[in-house]
Protein backbone atom coordinates (compact mmCIF):
# COMPACT_ATOMS: atom_id res chain seq x y z
CA UNK A 1 0.00 0.00 0.00
CA UNK A 2 2.58 2.34 1.30
CA UNK A 3 7.12 2.10 -0.01
CA UNK A 4 9.07 5.09 0.99
CA UNK A 5 12.49 3.98 -0.55
CA UNK A 6 15.68 5.94 0.81
CA UNK A 7 13.76 9.40 1.77
CA UNK A 8 15.43 12.38 2.92
CA UNK A 9 14.13 15.31 4.42
CA UNK A 10 15.60 18.40 5.28
CA UNK A 11 14.28 21.71 6.44
CA UNK A 12 15.63 25.64 6.51
CA UNK A 13 15.91 26.61 9.66
CA UNK A 14 17.84 30.11 9.35
CA UNK A 15 20.52 29.29 7.39
CA UNK A 16 20.95 25.53 9.11
CA UNK A 17 19.64 22.99 6.89
CA UNK A 18 17.95 20.60 9.61
CA UNK A 19 18.16 16.72 8.51
CA UNK A 20 14.89 15.40 9.78
CA UNK A 21 14.60 12.10 8.04
CA UNK A 22 18.15 10.43 6.93
CA UNK A 23 17.41 7.78 4.16
CA UNK A 24 14.62 6.37 5.35
CA UNK A 25 12.98 2.94 3.94
CA UNK A 26 9.53 1.80 5.07
CA UNK A 27 6.94 -0.54 2.89
CA UNK A 28 3.76 -0.93 4.74
CA UNK A 29 1.27 -3.35 3.76
CA UNK A 30 -2.54 -2.70 3.76
CA UNK A 31 -4.25 -3.37 5.94
CA UNK A 32 -1.57 -2.91 9.01
CA UNK A 33 -1.22 -1.01 11.91
CA UNK A 34 2.20 0.25 12.34
CA UNK A 35 3.17 2.03 15.39
CA UNK A 36 6.71 4.50 14.85
CA UNK A 37 7.84 4.96 18.23
CA UNK A 38 10.87 7.10 19.17
CA UNK A 39 11.76 10.32 20.91
CA UNK A 40 10.25 14.09 20.24
CA UNK A 41 12.31 15.58 17.10
CA UNK A 42 13.34 11.74 15.94
CA UNK A 43 11.49 11.56 12.62
CA UNK A 44 7.92 9.78 13.35
CA UNK A 45 5.33 13.39 12.67
CA UNK A 46 7.73 14.24 9.36
CA UNK A 47 7.83 10.88 8.09
CA UNK A 48 3.74 10.76 8.41
CA UNK A 49 3.43 14.25 6.86
CA UNK A 50 5.93 12.90 3.92
CA UNK A 51 3.27 9.65 3.29
CA UNK A 52 0.33 12.00 3.76
CA UNK A 53 1.48 14.44 0.98
CA UNK A 54 1.83 17.07 3.88
CA UNK A 55 5.72 17.82 2.83
CA UNK A 56 7.90 17.42 0.17
CA UNK A 57 10.89 15.06 0.30
CA UNK A 58 14.05 16.62 -0.45
CA UNK A 59 15.16 13.23 -1.68
CA UNK A 60 13.75 9.74 -2.38
CA UNK A 61 10.70 8.39 -3.56
CA UNK A 62 7.14 7.89 -2.39
CA UNK A 63 4.60 5.52 -3.85
CA UNK A 64 1.34 4.60 -2.92
CA UNK A 65 0.24 1.66 -4.24
CA UNK A 66 1.56 0.60 -7.75
CA UNK A 67 2.20 4.39 -8.55
CA UNK A 68 4.96 6.62 -7.45
CA UNK A 69 3.94 9.80 -6.38
CA UNK A 70 6.76 11.65 -5.25
CA UNK A 71 6.82 14.29 -7.75
CA UNK A 72 2.79 14.68 -8.52
CA UNK A 73 1.89 18.37 -8.66
CA UNK A 74 0.03 19.62 -5.36
CA UNK A 75 -3.14 19.85 -6.29
CA UNK A 76 -3.30 16.18 -7.14
CA UNK A 77 -1.75 15.52 -3.96
CA UNK A 78 -4.60 17.14 -2.16
CA UNK A 79 -6.91 15.93 -4.26
CA UNK A 80 -5.57 12.05 -3.37
CA UNK A 81 -5.22 13.25 0.28
CA UNK A 82 -9.31 14.02 0.67
CA UNK A 83 -9.98 10.85 -1.11
CA UNK A 84 -7.77 8.16 0.66
CA UNK A 85 -6.02 9.70 3.50
CA UNK A 86 -7.77 10.65 7.01
CA UNK A 87 -4.87 12.63 8.98
CA UNK A 88 -5.33 12.96 13.19
CA UNK A 89 -3.15 16.20 14.04
CA UNK A 90 -1.03 16.32 17.38
CA UNK A 91 -2.32 20.01 17.41
CA UNK A 92 -6.09 19.06 16.49
CA UNK A 93 -5.80 22.34 14.11
CA UNK A 94 -9.78 22.42 14.47
CA UNK A 95 -11.28 25.94 13.73
CA UNK A 96 -12.49 27.86 16.66
CA UNK A 97 -15.20 30.04 14.15
CA UNK A 98 -16.72 26.62 13.82
CA UNK A 99 -18.74 24.25 15.99
CA UNK A 100 -17.50 20.62 16.56
CA UNK A 101 -20.01 19.38 14.15
CA UNK A 102 -18.72 21.82 11.38
CA UNK A 103 -15.01 21.00 12.20
CA UNK A 104 -15.49 17.17 12.20
CA UNK A 105 -17.39 17.32 8.58
CA UNK A 106 -14.97 19.85 6.51
CA UNK A 107 -13.29 17.26 4.50
CA UNK A 108 -16.58 16.78 2.97
CA UNK A 109 -17.25 20.31 1.90
CA UNK A 110 -14.91 20.41 -1.26
CA UNK A 111 -16.39 17.11 -2.25
CA UNK A 112 -19.61 18.99 -2.55
CA UNK A 113 -21.63 17.09 0.27
CA UNK A 114 -24.39 18.32 1.33
CA UNK A 115 -24.98 20.80 5.15
CA UNK A 116 -27.49 17.45 5.77
CA UNK A 117 -25.65 14.70 4.94
CA UNK A 118 -22.51 16.38 6.30
CA UNK A 119 -24.00 16.47 9.38
CA UNK A 120 -25.73 13.41 9.83
CA UNK A 121 -22.21 11.40 8.89
CA UNK A 122 -20.64 14.07 11.30
CA UNK A 123 -23.16 13.17 14.41
CA UNK A 124 -22.66 9.34 13.58
CA UNK A 125 -18.95 9.87 14.61
CA UNK A 126 -19.50 12.20 17.67
CA UNK A 127 -22.05 9.43 19.40
CA UNK A 128 -19.13 6.65 18.75
CA UNK A 129 -16.54 9.00 20.44
CA UNK A 130 -19.20 10.03 23.07
CA UNK A 131 -19.29 13.96 21.85
CA UNK A 132 -22.49 14.18 20.34
CA UNK A 133 -23.74 16.42 23.39
CA UNK A 134 -20.78 18.73 21.93
CA UNK A 135 -22.14 18.54 18.49
CA UNK A 136 -22.97 22.17 18.47
CA UNK A 137 -20.31 23.99 20.89
CA UNK A 138 -17.57 25.86 19.06
CA UNK A 139 -14.42 24.19 18.76
CA UNK A 140 -12.64 26.38 20.85
CA UNK A 141 -14.98 25.19 24.19
CA UNK A 142 -14.16 22.18 24.12
CA UNK A 143 -11.54 20.52 26.29
CA UNK A 144 -8.43 19.80 25.09
CA UNK A 145 -9.62 15.40 25.37
CA UNK A 146 -12.30 16.39 23.64
CA UNK A 147 -10.59 18.68 20.70
CA UNK A 148 -8.54 15.34 20.24
CA UNK A 149 -11.50 13.26 20.20
CA UNK A 150 -13.29 15.65 17.18
CA UNK A 151 -9.42 15.60 15.75
CA UNK A 152 -10.49 12.34 15.36
CA UNK A 153 -14.10 12.03 13.90
CA UNK A 154 -12.82 14.28 11.72
CA UNK A 155 -9.92 12.04 10.04
CA UNK A 156 -12.65 9.63 9.55
CA UNK A 157 -15.48 11.45 7.58
CA UNK A 158 -14.26 10.94 4.48
CA UNK A 159 -13.98 7.06 5.61
CA UNK A 160 -10.37 6.91 3.87
CA UNK A 161 -8.21 3.94 3.45
CA UNK A 162 -5.22 5.24 5.09
CA UNK A 163 -5.29 6.83 8.82
CA UNK A 164 -2.32 8.60 9.69
CA UNK A 165 -2.11 9.24 13.54
CA UNK A 166 0.59 11.89 15.54
CA UNK A 167 0.50 10.80 18.58
CA UNK A 168 -3.76 10.10 19.00
CA UNK A 169 -3.97 9.08 22.81
CA UNK A 170 -2.50 12.52 23.80
CA UNK A 171 -4.82 14.84 25.83
CA UNK A 172 -7.66 12.19 26.47
CA UNK A 173 -8.70 11.06 29.34
CA UNK A 174 -7.85 7.49 30.68
CA UNK A 175 -11.65 6.60 30.55
CA UNK A 176 -11.61 7.50 26.65
CA UNK A 177 -8.52 6.33 25.69
CA UNK A 178 -10.08 2.75 25.65
CA UNK A 179 -12.63 4.30 23.45
CA UNK A 180 -10.21 5.54 21.04
CA UNK A 181 -8.60 2.08 20.73
CA UNK A 182 -11.61 0.29 20.11
CA UNK A 183 -12.81 2.73 17.34
CA UNK A 184 -8.60 1.65 15.72
CA UNK A 185 -9.63 -1.76 16.14
CA UNK A 186 -12.76 -1.62 14.21
CA UNK A 187 -10.95 0.13 11.87
CA UNK A 188 -8.47 -2.21 10.99
CA UNK A 189 -11.14 -5.12 11.17
CA UNK A 190 -12.18 -3.22 7.97
CA UNK A 191 -9.34 -3.66 6.55
CA UNK A 192 -7.82 0.04 7.00
CA UNK A 193 -4.27 0.62 7.00
CA UNK A 194 -2.95 2.63 10.37
CA UNK A 195 0.16 4.22 10.87
CA UNK A 196 0.39 6.08 14.69
CA UNK A 197 3.41 7.81 16.13
CA UNK A 198 3.86 7.70 20.06
CA UNK A 199 6.92 8.85 22.13
CA UNK A 200 7.08 5.45 23.59
CA UNK A 201 5.87 2.10 23.01
CA UNK A 202 2.10 2.10 23.49
CA UNK A 203 1.60 -0.83 25.24
CA UNK A 204 -2.51 -0.63 25.28
CA UNK A 205 -2.75 -0.85 22.02
CA UNK A 206 -1.82 -4.69 22.35
CA UNK A 207 -2.74 -7.31 19.65
CA UNK A 208 -3.68 -4.57 17.40
CA UNK A 209 -0.28 -3.94 16.46
CA UNK A 210 1.74 -5.65 13.61
CA UNK A 211 4.58 -4.14 13.36
CA UNK A 212 6.42 -1.03 15.57
CA UNK A 213 9.25 0.70 13.85
CA UNK A 214 11.96 2.68 16.00
CA UNK A 215 12.85 6.19 14.99
CA UNK A 216 16.19 8.16 16.44
CA UNK A 217 17.30 11.25 14.68
CA UNK A 218 15.89 11.21 11.51
CA UNK A 219 16.83 7.04 11.31
CA UNK A 220 15.00 3.53 11.55
CA UNK A 221 16.62 1.75 14.06
Known sequence: MIKVENVTKYYKSGKVNVRALNNVSLEIKEGELVLLSGPSGSGKTTLLNVIGFLTRITKGRLWLGDEEVSH????????????????????????????????????LVPMGVSEKVRRTRAMKLLEELNLETRADFMANELSGGEQQRAAIARALINDP??????????????????????????????????????????TKMGKLVDRTVYFESGKIC
Open 72 to 107: FPDHFLSALRREKIGFIFQQFNLLSGYTTWENVSLP
Open 161 to 202: GIILADEPLSNIDAAHVEIVIDILGKLKKRGKTIIASFHHLQ
